[in-house]
């Protein structure tokens, strides 16, 4: 048999793929190592970010923010504050006085301006009216009838010249003359009391005013005492105040006071028109008024006003914000900065008012740096970074006409003549 001697045949493609295992298997490691290397490299640039925005210094150990103000010198005057009513000047209830009536009319309502002698409302008097034309009449009759006695008394005394009547005829005649003239003048007096009770019957405005309040309408059944309409005159206002005996000589007349009219959210100064000589023996209060004119009517009356008075004599202070103390009682506490360090201090206050504090400047000295803001974190002899406040309004004080704050109109009032 023939013998095949030709040469095996290669699998088709068996060269290039040995090849291309060798290949994968020498850059599949180096594709890690290198991967390996960006992650190690990437972790070590974050590592040394995130330590570099470590703050290794303790919290404790660094200054803490605050703001300061300075403290200022003044002087502080002790107040004290009362309430008292704002009063018309004049005030008038008009109603009948003599009859009891119902009501016919009433011809204003309250906040009319009204004049002296206007009509305000009438009443139903007829009965009144008849009555009052019955006595007018029967007046008349008297009198007519004492005229003719009197005539027939001055005949009859001429007659007893001569003879011709008796002296008992004339005295008789005399006495009845006398007897009618004292029912004519009785009947007067009642005509006057008739007409009286007529003109009770038209209520009339006893002075130029306003009206305050309106109590019935027409149809109710009113008595005497009983008031329809009432009238105020506010031309000036009166603040009438109950003060302690104690503050006697503190509101003497002529003292200015400070008044804050809680209506009107405004404050004026005025001083003591008068203060009573003797106290109210049940509350042993000292009753003051204070006058306030205003022409235009602005005020209201029967309102709530505020005065503060100043007592005792004025004393050098030290005066800081309100909002750079903790008040407990009479003490405050406060801190101060010295050479960027915080001092705490309890001291005593001598007083507060319109947001701002009094001390004595032996305790506190003026120009001393006070923390307003930051205080809460604040312990004594903390290394602090102090920013001066740029004003008390930005510290938060109200009390003043900054933006946010609360208005009141500064007025000067001088007592009426």
């Keep these: 048999m023939p013998t095949d001697t ?9 060269g290039p793929t040995r090849r291309t295992s060798k290949r994968s298997r020498i850059w599949i490691p180096a594709i890690i190592l290198i991967a390996v290397a960006v992650v190690a490299l990437v972790g070590f640039l974050l590592r040394n970010h995130a330590e570099a925005k470590t703050n290794h210094v303790a919290l404790s150990a660094a200054p803490k923010e605050v703001t300061v103000t300075r403290a200022e010198a003044t002087t502080y005057r002790p107040t004290h504050r009362y309430v008292g009513t704002l009063r018309p000047w004049i005030e008038a209830k008009i109603g009948p006085q003599f009859i009891s009536s119902y009501v016919s009319t009433v011809l ?11 009509v305000l409302g009438t009443l139903d008097c007829r009965d009144a009216s008849a009555r009052s034309r019955a006595v007018d009449l029967e007046a008349r009759a008297l009198q007519s009838r004492q005229v003719a006695l009197a005539a027939q008394a001055q005949r009859m ?9 008796a002296a008992n005829e004339v005295d008789i005649n005399s006495a009845q003359s006398i007897s009618e003239e004292a029912r004519v003048r009785a009947e007067r007096s009642t005509l006057v009391d008739a007409q009286l009770s007529v003109g009770d019957c038209t209520l009339r405005a006893p002075f130029d005013g306003d009206i305050g309040e309106r109590w019935v309408d027409p149809g109710a059944f009113v008595r005497p005492g009983e008031s329809v309409v009432s009238v105020i005159d506010r031309a000036v206002v009166r603040l009438v105040v109950d003060v302690p005996e104690s503050d006697f000589s503190a509101v003497a007349p002529k003292n200015q006071v400070e008044i804050h009219m809680l209506s009107l959210d405004q404050t004026v100064h005025a001083p003591i028109a008068r203060r009573s000589p003797e106290a109210d023996p049940s509350t042993r209060t000292i009753h003051i008024e204070i006058a306030l004119p205003d022409p235009e009517h602005r005020i209201p009356v029967n309102t709530t006003a505020e005065i503060l008075v100043g007592v005792g004599q004025p004393v050098r202070a030290t005066e800081i914000p309100l909002i750079g103390a903790d008040i407990n009682g009479e003490k405050a506490r406060l801190f101060t900065v010295d050479d960027s360090t915080a001092h705490d201090h309890t001291v005593p206050v001598l007083g507060e008012a319109a947001g701002d504090l009094f001390i004595d400047p032996k305790l506190l000295a003026a120009g001393a740096e006070v923390v307003l803001e930051g205080r809460a974190a604040l312990r004594d002899k903390d290394k602090v970074d102090a920013k001066e406040a740029a004003s008390v309004a930005d510290a938060g004080v109200g009390g003043g006409d900054g933006d946010g ?3 009141s109109a500064q007025l000067s009032v001088d007592p009426p003549k």
């Design 405 to 407: 704050g609360p208005t």
């Design 6 to 14: 030709s040469p095996p045949v290669p699998p088709p493609h068996e």
């Design 157 to 165: 005394t001429g007659l007893l010249d001569g003879g011709y009547i």
């Design 108 to 118: 204003v309502r309250p906040g009319a301006v009204v004049t002296r002698g206007q």
